[in-house]
């Protein structure tokens, strides 16, 4: 989580240069807590909150550590900072122009919010203590028209938002870059992985079809020069039908370059050979179109998936 936690320095490290954004910065690192302390596990974080209270006029004394632990064993470390939310009484979301918006959301990140990167996508959640809190916080990502959800978690009140669009829209109104950058960096990502996985799937289709339509094609020449058909046939099938025997393996466009003739003339060759080569119901079959005589090649557009084009 080095990434998540380099984005919260990031947060850390913006100093509004406005007392009404401090302030409201302020509120929300204390949006979250519900008591009169302040309590987090990032020094910086700390940090921020005694330098915003100090900024506003309030008295902070020292933080301290404490090692609390609900669970047998060493606990975690946190620092709590002497800090009420009431005494912030005078700042409220309805009134704060866009500015203190966003400042406030940047604290709430900062006091309750959690940020990961992992291989299946982003996520960030508000952990708060309690409903109200939740519920407000909600309504003000709503406000600024970024989707949140919510839940419950060992009785805590998780306010959190899924998807790429809603997460970089949060950190554009935060101001954090870095998280923004690695959004970016993940989607491209994505988007060249699938591209690759499309290609890859055509062009094992066009393999495929190229395999089994040489197959036909050699199979039905060979009947040809079995029951004495082939050397009666015009000059061009029988030029086309050596070539195909020489590279059973090349695909029509190499065959056509060889032959020195259009890619549609041998195609039109090749299928005059399979329609001549096989039995009655093989030919009804092929005249029919229930079967596919030539390699057309598959394409790797949309979907997902290599579809073949018939001709």
Same mark, same amino acid.
């Given at each position: 989580m080095q990434l998540a936690g380099d984005v919260r320095g990031e947060l850390a490290r913006i100093h509004p240069a406005r007392a009404c954004c401090r302030r409201a910065e302020l509120a929300g690192l204390l949006h979250g807590g519900g008591g009169a302390t302040f309590r987090t596990l990032d020094h910086a974080t700390a940090r921020t909150a005694v330098q915003l209270a100090s900024s506003v006029g309030i008295s902070v004394p020292p933080p301290r550590a404490s090692s609390?632990?609900?669970?047998?064993g060493p606990?975690?470390?946190h620092i709590v900072v002497a800090l009420d939310a009431r005494e912030l009484s005078g700042w409220s979301w309805p009134d704060a122009? +866009?500015?203190d918006r966003r400042s406030f959301l940047r604290g709430a990140l900062l006091g309750c919010g959690s940020i990961s990167f992992s291989a299946s996508g982003p996520h960030v959640e508000f952990v708060l203590r309690g409903a109200s809190a939740a519920r407000a916080l909600r309504e003000l990502l709503g406000a600024l028209e970024v989707r949140a959800l919510s839940g419950q978690r060992r009785g805590r009140h998780v306010v959190y938002l899924k998807g790429q669009e809603e997460i970089a829209a949060l950190f554009r109104l935060v101001g954090a870059n870095r998280g923004l950058l690695e959004l970016e960096t993940q989607r491209v990502g994505r988007d060249v992985q699938a591209r690759l996985n499309r290609l890859l799937n055509a062009e094992e289709a066009n393999l495929g079809r190229?395999?089994?339509a040489a197959d036909r094609q050699i199979t039905a020449i060979r009947r040809l020069e079995a029951d004495?058909?082939?050397?009666?046939?015009?000059?061009?099938?029988?030029e086309? +039908?050596?070539g195909r025997r020489r590279m059973p393996d090349a695909d029509l466009d190499t065959l056509a370059m060889a032959l020195g003739a259009s890619r549609s003339a041998v195609n039109h060759r090749l299928r005059r050979l399979v329609e001549l080569g096989s039995n009655e119901e093989e030919a009804d079959a092929d005249r029919g179109g229930g079967r596919q005589l030539e390699d057309e090649p598959a394409h790797a557009g949309g979907g997902g998936g290599a579809r073949a084009r018939r001709p």
């Open positions: 609390e632990s609900r669970s047998p606990g975690r470390h122009p +866009a500015c190229t395999v089994r004495g058909t082939l050397p009666r046939l015009p000059s061009a099938l029988r086309t +039908a050596a």
